[in-house]
């Protein structure tokens, strides 16, 4: 069963930043797209950034543009988001989702989430 | 950027009842790109029907998903204790994904 585990999240004073870590496990890690999608408190989804197969090709929401990074490591089967300049508005929940493939461009399976808080 | 309104927000039904849930989209959606998604309290989300009909993996076939364009509906025939949650839409295009805001069905 393929799964997706995310760490790293934690409590940051804004203008902070924070390492965002995924493992993915029992599926070939290298061969799919790679997303994150986050979730305040209460609220609904947001996708937030994605990640080609290769890492060479990136695309972010307009809100985290500039300010957050996803990048991987294929060797490893680790995705990672390296948030900055954190604002409070970027509290929530922060799934990693792996894109089926096929070019559906769905999130086929997500891990449990990660929790992101930036107060002072 | 296309934007999914989800309608109604909240759906009260008894088990056994029909649901009909609502995704309207700002502008056209490619069919293919047209996901909807249930996330149980305290839960990831998980995949339900991808390509606005098909149904993913381990899905029963009272859950059913259907049109194109700009609207596509979500229909659960017999509601069971499980299907209690909230349910997303997601499109994609021009490098961008985006979710409907969410419905929530409660028990009545």
């Known amino acids: 069963e393929v799964q997706l585990v995310e760490s790293g999240g934690g409590l940051v004073q804004p203008g902070g930043s924070l390492r965002l870590s995924c493992a993915g496990s029992e599926f070939t890690f290298s061969k799919y797209w790679m997303h994150w999608v986050r979730q305040a408190p209460g609220k609904g989804l947001v996708w937030v950034a994605r990640?080609?197969?290769?890492?060479?090709?990136?695309s972010y929401a307009d809100s985290v543009r500039g300010r957050f990074t996803i990048s991987r490591d294929n060797a490893k089967n680790t995705l990672f988001l390296q948030m900055r300049s954190l604002r409070a508005e970027d509290t929530a929940v922060y799934y990693c989702?792996?894109?089926?493939?096929?070019?559906?461009?769905?999130?086929?399976?997500w891990g449990q989430g990660t929790p992101v808080t930036v107060s002072s | 950027e296309i934007v999914l309104t989800q309608s109604p927000g909240t759906l009260s039904l008894s088990p056994g009842e029909r649901a009909t849930l609502s995704c309207r989209a700002s502008?056209?959606?490619?069919?293919?790109?047209l996901a909807w998604y249930q996330q149980r309290p305290g839960q990831a989300p998980s995949l339900l029907i991808y390509g606005a009909s098909s149904r993913a993996t381990g899905i029963p076939d009272r859950i059913s998903g259907s049109g194109s364009g700009t609207d596509f509906t979500l229909i659960i025939s017999r509601m069971e204790r499980e299907d209690f949650a909230v349910y997303y839409c997601?499109?994609?295009?021009?490098?961008?994904?985006?979710f409907g805001q969410g419905t929530k069905v409660e028990i009545k």
């Open positions: 997601q499109q994609y295009g021009s490098s961008s994904w985006t």
């Open positions: 990640i080609n197969t290769d890492g060479s090709s990136t």
């Open positions: 989702a792996r894109d089926s493939g096929l070019g559906l461009r769905i999130f086929d399976y």
């Open positions: 502008q056209s959606v490619n069919s293919n790109y």
